[in-house]
């Protein structure tokens, strides 16, 4: 039977369930039309429920705040998100650049159709090797909960958003956890959600979030904001800034929308987990029925992504035009792309992405970088260089466990040779050298791949531009001007979506390649999601 948001069961005295049935409810999983009621949730097919999941009253109501939302037997709040097709605006395919037009199931038989059409389907729904029906994913981010003797990670409405670090609602707390204040944690507390007592569930249906998912929900919200002329059903609509608003100004508001206000969780000016009001402007499809704290708040934890990288100290590094560094052995090769951090002396170096070319076994050059005018090398420092991997589409996300040495380890080179595919990450390497900070957009610049498969479809599917034209110092609106920290890092840990203190650096888009699995984080935390079985 249907139950409220507050867990309670839902009294009906005509004996009828509100929503259930309906002429005038949605088809079963439809992700709607962009810029109507209901749009970017829906009704999920009875199959598609794991066991303890059930609806909640009005769930079937396009305009009502629970639809397409479940809960979840620990109380959990999550919401469906049906399968979609997307088409990326190239101006010469029927859809101005950077355009974004969404179909739902309900417009294509089969994938192959979709794709005949122009239309792509999206990553986050292929899980296993199987197309998926859809997903759930939490409403809001995760927060400490009570469940039999232990505590586990849950989505409630103002709760205390838990975070990787032992100064702020420590995911330590956690039985599961035990104490382990890491990134990679947040993939051992997923798999516990469905556990007796707090304690890992080997056969699990929740998982991190993946950056596939949050992708998802980015490109949703894109797509909405573009379809909407008003804010009837898209709270956050703003004729420029037209994107999620959220807890990022470190005042418990949003940088872009004074009248949006957070309610405080006791840690410096993080806020409880969906207390934005208005709360539809907090919310993926600008309604209250969408996901929640997107734009900040805290940084998320998204699996499915990470990079093998190496390192190598630089024993030399020449003023001259242009700059020759100097490497005993490097092994590196003309074009590849490598980051410089932590040079001693000539700090003009540190901290950007550069193209290399070889000259010789022990020595490279810097393209475009012309060192003739600045300080003088005096030791140390790191070139990086590394791999990307994305997560197969054979493989399960559910599947995936935090160390990093075993076959099912979403870390080290044995887990990511079983459970991932290397791609080209396309970072802005331009001539000269280029800052690790850039933005989402370049002028009018196409900046995701419109690609119906192959690597643009995944660089799209993981809400990453095409090529390096599509990000700049500067960014734009349409992106929200929302950062890409692009980085080389060994065993990377993604985190999506930004921070509540700093709005320049919080987005539905806002990614950072730049943290590795041990890290700990008083502004990270996660949210879980699951597919049908």
């Known amino acids: 039977m249907p139950i409220q948001s507050d867990g309670k069961i839902k009294s009906d005295p005509t004996g009828l369930l509100l929503g259930s049935s309906s002429a005038l409810s949605p088809a079963v999983n439809s992700i709607g039309s962009p810029g109507s009621a209901g749009f970017g949730v829906g009704i999920a097919p009875e199959t598609a429920l794991p066991p303890g999941m059930v609806p909640l009253y009005g769930y079937t109501e396009p305009t009502h705040f629970n639809f397409g939302n479940y809960q979840y037997k620990d109380g959990s709040v999550m919401c469906w998100v049906p399968k979609y097709y997307y088409k990326i605006g190239t101006g010469a395919n029927g859809l101005p650049a950077n355009r974004v037009d969404i179909a739902g199931v309900q417009t294509f038989a089969t994938t192959a159709l979709a794709n005949n059409a122009g239309y792509a389907l999206h990553r986050a729904f292929i899980d296993g090797g199987a197309e998926k029906d859809g997903f759930f994913v939490d409403k809001y981010i995760v927060s400490k909960n009570a469940w039999g003797t232990g505590y586990i990670a849950s989505s409630i409405k103002n709760g205390l958003p838990l975070s990787t670090n032992s100064a702020h609602n420590p995911i330590g707390d956690l039985t599961a956890v035990s104490g382990a204040n890491y990134y990679y944690s947040a993939l051992t507390a997923a798999r516990a959600r469905s556990g007796l007592n707090g304690a890992v569930d080997a056969n699990s249906p929740f998982f991190c979030t993946s950056r596939f998912i949050y992708a998802a929900l980015a490109l949703l919200s894109m797509a909405?904001?573009?379809?909407?002329?008003?804010?009837?059903?898209?709270?956050?609509?703003?004729?420029?800034?037209?994107?999620?608003?959220?807890?990022?100004?470190?005042?418990?508001?949003?940088?872009?929308?004074?009248?949006?206000?957070?309610?405080?969780?006791?840690?410096?000016?993080?806020?409880?987990?969906?207390?934005?009001?208005?709360?539809?402007?907090?919310?993926?499809?600008?309604?209250?029925?969408?996901?929640?704290?997107?734009?900040?708040?805290?940084?998320?934890?998204?699996?499915?992504?990470?990079?093998?990288?190496?390192?190598k100290t630089i024993t030399g590094a020449s003023k001259a035009n242009p700059c020759v560094i100097t490497i005993v052995g490097h092994g590196y090769t003309t074009g590849q792309v490598a980051m410089i951090t932590s040079v001693g002396g000539m700090t003009q170096l540190n901290d950007k992405i550069y193209t290399l070319t070889s000259i010789n076994a022990d020595t490279f050059s810097l393209n475009g970088v012309d060192s003739s005018a600045y300080t003088d090398f005096t030791t140390g420092g790191s070139v990086t260089v590394g791999t990307f991997y994305a997560a197969k589409s054979a493989t399960k996300m559910r599947d995936f466990t935090s160390g990093n040495s075993a076959a099912t380890d979403h870390w080290g080179a044995t887990g990511v040779a079983a459970m991932m595919d290397a791609f080209a990450m396309p970072l802005l390497a331009a001539s000269g050298g280029t800052a690790i900070a850039q933005r989402f957009g370049n002028a009018a610049n196409q900046v995701?791949?419109?690609?119906?498969?192959?690597?643009?479809?995944?660089?799209?599917?993981?809400?990453?531009?095409?090529d390096s034209a599509g990000i700049s110092s500067a960014g734009t609106n349409l992106f929200g001007t929302d950062y890409f920290y692009e980085y080389i890092r060994n065993e990377l840990c993604v985190i999506s979506g930004g921070i509540w203190n700093d709005g320049s650096s919080a987005g539905v888009w806002c990614l950072a390649v730049s943290s590795a699995r041990t890290n700990s984080g008083s502004s990270v935390g996660f949210r879980c999601a699951c597919y049908p079985a």
Not at 448 to 465: D, F, H, P
Request: aromatic share 8%; with cysteine; hydrophobic share 35%.
């Open 224 to 311: 909405h904001g573009q379809a909407s002329a008003n804010g009837q059903f898209c709270g956050w609509f703003d004729a420029t800034k037209n994107f999620p608003k959220g807890c990022n100004n470190n005042a418990l508001a949003d940088e872009s929308d004074a009248t949006v206000t957070y309610q405080s969780d006791g840690y410096s000016n993080c806020a409880k987990t969906g207390s934005g009001n208005p709360f539809a402007k907090t919310t993926h499809n600008g309604q209250a029925c969408g996901v929640a704290d997107l734009n900040g708040l805290m940084w998320e934890i998204s699996a499915g992504l990470t990079c093998i990288a190496a390192s």
């Open 448 to 466: 995701l791949s419109e690609a119906t498969s192959g690597a643009g479809w995944l660089l799209a599917g993981l809400g990453i531009q095409k």
